[in-house]
Nanobody, 121 residues
Framework: QLQASGGGLVQAGDSLRLACAASGRTYGANIMGWFRQAPGKEREFVAAMSGITDVKYYADSVKGRFTVSRDDAKNTGYLQMDSLHPEDTALYYC????????????????WGRGTQVTVSS
């Protein structure tokens, strides 16, 4: 299971850190991905991090502002979001997959419930 947390209402320019706690067996799905879906839009890939190679992946829209990390001792991944823009407002999801191709294509093995991020201007 995946449980995302940390969302909230902030002002433009503020920061938030989302957390995604993983529990149970993940069957080799070691890449944690983050996605978001804004009202009326399709869900989009935001960022991902490999639990084996530590390689990180970012969508162009968040590169330089968002940072993924993980704490293996806590089985938790994080999405640090800085310099938030109103257009970052969305429901944010975490997910686990075995391959980055699956993550980028929006087809991970496991999905977590979303956490709402609202950025006011």
């Amino acid at each position: 299971q995946l449980q995302a947390s940390g969302g909230g209402l902030v002002q433009a320019g503020d920061s938030l850190r989302l957390a995604c706690a993983a529990s149970g067996r993940t069957y080799g799905a070691n890449i944690m991905g983050w996605f978001r879906q804004a009202p009326g839009k399709e869900r989009e890939f935001v960022a991902a991090m490999s639990g084996i190679t530590d390689v990180k992946y970012y969508a162009d829209s968040v590169k330089g502002r968002f940072t993924v990390s993980r704490d293996d001792a806590k089985n938790t991944g994080y999405l640090q979001m800085d310099s938030l823009h109103p257009e970052d407002t969305a429901l944010y999801y975490c997910a686990l997959g075995a391959y980055i191709q699956d993550i980028r294509s929006g087809q991970p093995s496991f999905w977590g419930r979303g956490t709402q991020v609202t950025v006011s201007s």
